[in-house]
């Protein structure tokens, strides 16, 4: 990252930071929780669906395991950040149990196979805790919402941090690797096994951290609530709406959608779901990359503008051999074997 | 009957066929040689409209064919049997040759065009109902030539119909090409049997690299010494 | 002491014979095209509504009124194929699965979120005067709207059947899902071809859903779940097979309902996930499977 990058993340962060000193509006800050909890839910469910191309349709699984470990945890006494490590590590404990068999499924079924689990778990939890989970009276008398704020602000900063260090690592390089062509990385020694559990594991862990930081956050709730498949899905199309395999893709798609539902509730209720599903299809067959795919495209345009025009003038109708690739936005080519 | 000319065909960004141009004439049998990878596969695949070519033209009969959609290049009596033959295995020999009917032109005359293809190939007929997957690869070649000629094809092309046969029944094979086309189907036939395929063609073309490096009678070719070098030694 | 047990196992066969029906529609679909439409469960909910508003609206009797779900569902599967799915035809396989899971998510998320607007939250179910009806065989209650529905069922899988293996156009589709270079070489449209497959799938589930609306119930949120059931009777039967698919059903039916009666009606609902992931684990070819999806 260069300076003025640094410069602007902190200062960003200063912003977030000093939020609940100057303003002293709850519902604002209540708003930037629920950015700040999508920032780090899509950012931790990206490290695995973004990165690795394994699409993960159960990750209310771990958010929701963080949330039940921490709760219980917390309400019978712990103290509040062993009780969030409890959370992040059952869910730690969750995907690698689920992860070595569901690695052996091929792609389309990982992504049904999670789904089913989380759908799984919300069932049975469903059914296990029916009872409401209440703060008892004296934790109500003395709640605060600034520390939850500062809570949900650490976890994204985290997750968003480790998220960074790990793409820009050895261990992101051979991810990736696996990703583009798992045999070919297989065949340079990279396990691709052991690369995509570490990613399941850190998804898996900053999702139930956050699913923590939830328990700790809400006043009451049903149990069952944070195992919902509409945790899994909003955070999934949010990173394929800022796009998906960035860091910053994530930040922008939860921002947007959290903003965009507070504007929308005013007018209709469940309509921000419809347009997020209109946009998430258009980003899924026209603009692949989200926000921060196209954005790169136009000023990749712009740039072309000044230099020489490339000589590429290859008719696009139908090509069956190049396809692009829904995870990046990069042009797969597809040579013929012979 | 067939005129390509200066086709320029790209997989992705990697350039495959280099200005291409070749031409059958009717009644021919025009042989299109060269080693692996030169580009012949992706020469049919231009013409039955299967790969868009960058620049050039097609034309058969002439007219243009840059136009029109694959599936609908049967319908002009082009005819081509894809590499490894390619037939339904999960369907019978009969519903392999029906499909290969599937035209209503052709549908009309079906039975017709059964009885031919009989003829020309009797072991098809003796395992009409049973499953293609079960037939071995010569017979599963016979299949599919057989199902191309069920559309009464004015152009036939075949894509390497001896890979992998052993070599009597290479042969055999192409005895009966020979047959076909005496039978008054044009033919354009992709081969790396060199030897064969000459000795069988009125005329040929060799491609290298995605270009045109040679070209001439079936005999010329056999005697030409750069193309024994290569190809015959 | 046997009669629960007996009534268990019809009440399950029931209900699969619907579950079959459903997934035979999406493996019909996923068969041809490769594309994984998880909108599936809601394109059977906009049938159940169909038909349920052709019935409160316009006294219309539910199993009169199919064909108009078909017709229906058969539209609006073809705008969502021209619209939706078409673009996806040319690309890899691995890519055209992934990508339509993706656009079938987001399309149900739509079609669901419309539905809760328009129709609200509410269940709704259709209540015929034989909706009562009940046949007794030897102690054991057949609900006769049930019974038909199965009935229903069956013949429409026969039918899809027949078409496959007797008809030009059926044997198109086969020939399609082998190898579809081939068959365009054939003069098949593959386009044609994809959006028929489409259509009969989006048709198929139609059906279902409306058979649901007055055999049992519906609501907007419906959608999920039996796009789960349908795809868990799919991997069960094992992709290739239309008449494994539908027997798929019939167990998973089954299953559920024993589930149900040993164990806890609450668990009935997981069984059959539980079921899939074990399938998918140990024996990804299905119970019936011919070839590998």
């Known amino acids: 990252m260069s300076i003025k990058q640094v410069i602007f993340v902190a200062l960003v962060i200063a912003i977030l930071a000093l939020l609940p000193v100057v303003i002293k509006k709850d519902n604002i800050i209540n708003l930037a929780v629920y950015v700040l909890l999508f920032v780090s839910l899509a950012s931790s469910w990206n490290i695995l669906g973004g990165y690795t191309g394994q699409t993960n349709l159960g990750h209310a699984a771990f958010f929701g395991a963080g949330t039940l470990a921490t709760r219980f945890l917390w309400l019978s006494g712990w103290p509040l950040f062993p009780s969030l490590l409890a959370g992040g590590l059952l869910a730690v404990a969750l995907a690698l149990l689920i992860g070595i068999p569901a690695f052996r499924l091929r792609g389309v079924y990982f992504a049904i196979g999670t789904l089913a689990l989380s759908q799984i778990l919300y069932i049975t939890v469903a059914n296990t805790f029916p009872m409401i989970s209440s703060l008892p009276a004296q934790d109500l008398a003395v709640y605060q919402l600034a520390p939850r704020y500062y809570l949900f602000l650490g976890v994204a900063l985290l997750t968003i941090g480790t998220a960074y260090v790990l793409v820009n690592s050895r261990l992101g390089l051979g991810i990736m690797a696996v990703r583009e062509e798992e045999d070919a990385a297989e065949s340079l020694g990279i396990s691709a096994l052991r690369h995509k559990l570490l990613a399941l594991s850190a998804s898996a862990f900053f999702g139930g951290l956050t699913g923590g930081a939830f328990a700790f956050y809400h006043v009451g709730y049903y149990p069952q609530l944070t195992f919902g498949p509409e945790w899994t899905f909003d955070s999934m199309m949010m990173a394929y709406i800022g796009g998906t395999g960035t860091i910053v893709g994530p930040i922008i798609g939860a921002v947007f959608f959290v903003i965009l539902r507070e504007f929308l509730v005013l007018k209709l209720a469940e309509l921000h779901l419809i347009v997020f599903g209109v946009l998430f299809i258009l980003v899924v067959l026209f603009l692949p990359g989200g926000f921060v795919g196209t954005w790169g495209k136009i000023q990749k345009a712009f740039a072309r503008r000044s230099t020489q025009p490339e000589s590429r003038a290859l008719p696009s109708n139908g090509r069956v051999d190049s396809i692009v690739d829904p995870l990046t936005q990069d042009e797969e080519r597809r040579l013929p074997i012979k | ?233 | 002491m046997l009669q629960p047990i007996a009534q268990n196992l019809v009440f399950g066969i029931l209900v699969g014979a619907l579950y079959g029906l459903a997934a035979v529609g999406l493996a019909l679909v996923f068969g041809v095209t490769k594309f994984l439409n998880v909108a599936h469960g809601e394109l059977l909910m906009l049938g159940g509504y169909a038909s349920f508003w052709l019935f409160s609206l316009w006294h219309v009797d539910p199993f009169l009124s199919l064909p108009l779900a078909i017709a229906a569902l058969v539209v609006v599967g073809a705008v969502l194929y021209k619209l939706l799915f078409s673009r996806m035809v040319k690309l890899a396989e691995g890519a055209k699965i992934q990508n339509t899971l993706l656009v079938g998510f987001g399309l149900g998320l739509i079609l669901q979120n419309l539905a809760l607007r328009f129709w609200t939250a509410d269940t709704r179910s259709i209540t015929t005067f034989y909706s009562g009806a009940v046949w007794t065989i030897l102690g054991v209650r057949l609900p006769v709207v049930r019974v038909a529905s199965m009935g229903i069922a069956f013949v429409l899988i026969v039918a899809l059947q027949l078409f496959l293996r007797r008809t030009y156009t059926g044997k198109a589709l086969r020939a399609t899902v082998e190898n579809w270079e081939a068959a365009t070489l054939m003069g098949i449209d593959i386009q044609r071809v994809y959006l028929l497959s489409f259509v009969m799938g989006a048709a198929l589930a139609g059906v279902a859903g409306a058979l649901v609306s007055v055999g049992y119930s519906i609501d907007p949120g419906m959608g999920m779940s039996w796009t789960l059931k349908s795809l868990v009777v799919m991997v069960l039967g094992g992709l290739g097979s239309i008449t494994g698919t539908f027997v798929g059903g019939l167990v998973l039916g089954v299953t559920e309902s024993a589930t149900g009666y040993f164990l806890s009606l609450t668990y009935k609902e997981v069984v059959g996930l539980v079921l899939f992931l074990l399938v998918l684990v140990f024996r990804p070819q299905g119970l019936f499977g011919t070839k590998e999806g």
């Open chain 2, 1 to 233: 009957m067939l005129e390509i000319k200066g086709i320029n065909a790209y997989y992705g960004d990697l350039q495959a066929l280099w200005g291409i141009s070749l031409q059958v004439s009717e009644g021919e049998l025009v042989a299109l040689i060269g080693p692996n990878g030169a580009g012949k596969t992706t020469t049919l695949r231009v013409i039955t409209g299967l790969m868009k070519p960058a620049s050039g033209s097609v034309q058969f009969q002439g007219q243009p064919l840059d136009r029109v959609a694959a599936h609908r290049i049967v319908e002009l009596g082009i005819s081509q049997v894809p590499e490894g033959g390619s037939v339904f295995t999960g369907m019978s020999v009969l519903e392999n040759l029906e499909l290969g009917a599937f035209v209503s032109k052709a549908r009309k005359v079906k039975d017709q065009s059964l009885k031919w293809v009989y003829q020309i190939f009797p072991r098809l007929e003796e395992r009409k109902n049973q499953r293609a997957g079960t037939l071995s690869g010569g017979e599963r070649q016979m299949l599919a030539i057989g199902r191309a000629l069920m559309s009464k094809p004015k152009l036939l092309m075949l894509d390497e119909p001896s890979f992998g046969l052993a070599p009597i029944l290479v042969q055999q094979m192409f005895e009966m090409i020979k047959e076909i086309n005496r039978q008054g189907v044009t033919i354009l036939l992709v081969e790396q049997n060199v030897r064969a395929a000459l000795e069988l063609a009125h005329r040929a073309f060799v491609i290298e690299n995605g270009r045109i490096a040679g070209q001439g009678t079936g005999e010329n070719l056999l005697s030409f010494e750069s193309v024994r070098s290569a190809y015959l030694a």
